[in-house]
Every structure is written in C-alpha cells, then in structure tokens.
T-cell receptor, first 110, second 117 residues
Framework: QKEVEQDPGPLSVPEGAIVSLNCTYS??????FMWYRQYSRKGPELLMY????GNKEDGRFTAQVDKSSKYISLFIRDSQPSDSATYLC??????????FGRGTSLIVHP | GAVVSQHPSWVICKSGTSVKIECRSL??????MFWYRQFPKQSLMLMAT?????????EQGVEKDKFLINHASLTLSTLTVTSAHPEDSSFYIC?????????????FGEGSRLTVL
C-alpha cells in the first residue's frame, strides 16, 4: 500500500461546479496536510495547508482533514477554468519533506 | 513567497551525452535543495537531497553516478544527468525551503523537461 493514495482522474466538471478532491494516507505520524497545485509543464505551488484535523477555508478553497479515517479533502467552490490543473495532496510529518500523492487532474470547462 | 528558478526549462539531447540542470534560490539562501523526477500522470518522486558544501543524499534506487548533484553555494544546486539515455527522459523539478518560513512549504522551480533521443 502506498503511503498516499490519490485518484489521478481526470475529473471534468462544468464551470461553477463544486469540486471535491480526495486523498487517503496510511502514516498516522503525518501532522501537516498540504495541497499543491501544478499547472501543465510547471512546478507545483502550495495552495493551502492544514495542521492536524479540521477544516481550513481560503476563499473558494476549503481543506479538510479527518485523521481518524486518514482522509484528506480539498473542496473548490464556484470552480473556474483557471482552476484546471493537477492537485497534489502532500501530507508531512513535522519538518520532514512531504510525501506526495500522484495528483488528480482537474478540468473545468466553460 | 520565495522564488526558485530552474534552467533550462526544456532540453533535447542525444543519447550518451550529459545534461546539466541548474536550480537557484533567488531571494533566500537554501542549505538544502531537493531534486524530484516526475513521469507523465505520476507523482513527484524524490531523487536526492542536495546539501550545501557536502555530498547529496540519494533515495534508494537512484544511481548517484548517473545523477550527479553539486551544491556549491547557498543559492545554487546543479543536477547533471550523465550519459543520458531515452529512459532518462522526464520532467525534473527542484525545490527548496525558505528557512525564514514557518510552514515548511516547499518552493518549486519551473521544472526542466528532458528529452533524450
């Protein structure tokens, strides 16, 4: 079993839809839960992160972590074509570098 | 946020030649940089951790003699793919942490797409 599992998609949605992206992980030592966004042929950039369980909201994006079930989610409200990218979940243990999921490709069509 | 610059963004080379990729931290000093490799529709795979002034630490299965890493200054790390072969064709990305940051966020370069003919 991989440490971080993520469905690669692609996930195709119409503009304005609510998007739900998910990951599961196996290492209970993970403390930080990051989401990176990667546009085609570019390096990833940090979108947002949460520490431990709970929700965190930033504009149209909400990150959610349930440590009891080892489940990580990212919700995007009012999705836009500019949100089309690959979203990588990246849980992290302390100051160690994150463990990346394979990413979910999201396509938001007008 | 911190900026990491990578060069070249793409390179095509003949089989058997060597290719050097540079990774620079532009507005901060990075004692440690990380080199990743990414195949299409696959996750980022950590290849090695580059340490300023000392030898790089390679992940299991990564040939250190094939992927030479040099971190001669606090703002520059280089990855040299020696005697490249078509199977080395991939997207190589470097990253670093801003030591002034408190999130442990990794800042990534733009990536270098290598095609070996």
């Amino acid at each position: 079993q991989k440490e971080v599992e993520q469905d690669p998609g692609p996930l195709s949605v119409p503009e304005g839809a609510i998007v739900s992206l998910n990951c599961t992980y196996s290492n209970s030592a993970f403390q930080y839960f990051m989401w990176y966004r990667q546009y085609s042929r570019k390096g990833p950039e940090l979108l947002m992160y949460t520490y431990s369980s709970g929700n965190k909201e930033d504009g149209r994006f909400t990150a959610q972590v349930d440590k009891s079930s080892k489940y990580i989610s990212l919700f995007i409200r009012d999705s836009q074509p500019s949100d089309s990218a690959t979203y990588l979940c990246a849980p992290q243990r302390g100051s160690y570098i994150p463990t990346f999921g394979r990413g979910t490709s999201l396509i938001v069509h007008p | 946020g911190a900026v990491v610059s990578q060069h070249p963004s793409w390179v095509i080379c003949k089989s058997g030649t060597s290719v050097k990729i540079e990774c620079r931290s532009l507005d901060f000093q990075a004692t440690t940089m990380f080199w990743y490799r990414q195949f299409p529709k696959q996750s980022l795979m950590l290849m090695a951790t580059s340490n300023e002034g000392s030898k790089a630490t390679y992940e299991q299965g990564v040939e250190k003699d094939k992927f030479l890493i040099n971190h001669a200054s606090l703002t520059l790390s280089t990855l040299t793919v020696t005697s490249a072969h078509p199977e080395d064709s991939s997207f190589y990305i470097c990253s670093a942490r801003d030591p002034q940051g408190n999130t442990g966020e990794l800042f990534f370069g733009e990536g270098s797409r290598l095609t070996v003919l």
